[in-house]
């Protein structure tokens, strides 16, 4: 229903999207996640029409969006983060006004109209003006005109953005309830809600897709490789140097640390159990192991895993020390090039010049 193959968008020698590449089949909720800056709305504006592509392809319900545009549009619904409504207009008027502009024909718009209002379960507000709703009757407002042509794909962009937690389930219901009929991406800051809403996960990191699989899939795959943190009585460095030549140990990650303590994640090779290795290796270097134990990674952290650059990875690093973890009295400034000794001009000489 969705295809997007290499696609990217580039500000100067900025890429804003740099060879993004998903499918979307009929039916599915995908949830569309990356930190702020990633790319996630550059890339949704382009699947809608809104902004045009640097290069790459994408198709809308069988229709190129840059080759027709036009019949890719009548085939999204769109919701951006900020809904487009009207404040002086009440609901019923507000619909049909995007009715008329969505060229739902005259015949059909009551219908169409009850139809969205029931599914986004308005009725109680029908005719009251969208300037005195509540945010999250906005937002259901906003996903009542996304929805009001029946478009096969809807593309919603952060659409529980500020809601409090009772709208936040209720729009999530909401977006469950329109899934199957409709091609649905959904993009989130709210991990938990994609857990429980999308049948698989996109993410992205500066640009390009880091990650795609199902919500289970990902943890699972990230947990297999296992993950221990450790509660050391030492500073981050000294502790990093004890692990640092313990084998299966892929990523080190500060996660924390007191005037006492300093807390670390690691990161094991998948099938590799570094729990006895790390912890001699910390008794060993006569640095104080307060606590060891195994973590169950969440979707947040599967996130965290993906889209940050805390980590250290051992394997890039060895044997050479990171910087950030370098004491300063071992640094040594590089030793600079012999110089030619400085030419000393002759009385005679500079009487010639």
């Not at 919500?215 to 509660?231: D, F, I, Q």
């Not at 692990?243 to 140990?249: A, K, M, P, Q, T």
């Not at 040594?332 to 030619?340: D, R």
């Amino acid at each position: 229903m969705i295809e997007v193959a290499d696609l990217r968008k580039s500000y100067g020698r900025f890429d804003a999207v740099s060879g993004v590449s998903f499918t979307v089949g009929k039916g599915e909720i995908l949830g569309f996640l990356g930190p702020n800056g990633a790319g996630k709305t550059t890339t949704m504006r382009i699947l809608t029409g809104y902004m045009p592509a640097t290069s790459g392809k994408a198709s809308v319900a069988g229709f190129d969006v840059f080759a027709s545009p036009l019949e890719a549009k009548k085939n999204v619904g769109y919701l951006p983060e900020t809904p487009p409504v009207y404040p002086d207009l009440d609901v019923a008027s507000y619909l049909d006004f995007c009715a008329r502009i969505k060229g739902v024909p005259s015949a059909d718009r009551k219908a169409k109209i009850d139809r969205a209002i029931e599914k986004a379960r308005l009725g109680d507000v029908r005719h009251k003006l969208i300037g005195r709703l509540s945010k999250g009757f906005r937002q259901r407002v906003g996903i009542a005109q996304a929805i009001l042509a029946d478009p096969p794909v809807l593309i919603l962009d952060e659409p529980t953005a500020g809601l409090d937690p009772q709208q936040i389930i209720e729009t999530r219901d909401l977006i469950k309830s329109l899934g199957g009929d409709h091609t649905i991406i959904l993009s989130t800051h709210i991990l938990p809600e994609v857990s429980m809403t999308c049948n698989r996960v996109v993410i992205i990191s500066k640009g390009k897709v880091v990650a795609e699989d199902t919500p289970e899939n990902l943890t699972s795959r990230l947990s297999s490789k296992g993950a221990v943190r450790l509660e050391v009585r030492a500073d981050t460095r000294d502790a990093f140097d004890a692990l640092r030549d313990v084998e299966g140990i892929v990523t080190v990650n500060p996660r924390g640390s007191t005037s006492h303590s300093t807390v670390l994640e690691l990161m094991a090779e998948e099938g590799v159990d570094i729990r006895a290795a790390a912890a001699r290796a910390i008794v060993g270097a006569n640095i104080d192991l307060l606590s060891l134990s195994q973590v169950s990674l969440s979707l947040e952290d599967v996130f965290l895993e993906l889209t940050t650059k805390d980590s250290v990875a051992v394997s890039e690093v060895a044997p050479a020390k990171p910087a950030i973890f370098t004491p300063i009295a071992t640094i040594e400034p590089p030793t600079p090039p012999a110089e030619e000794p400085p030419v000393v001009s002759s009385p005679e000489s500079k009487e010639s010049n």
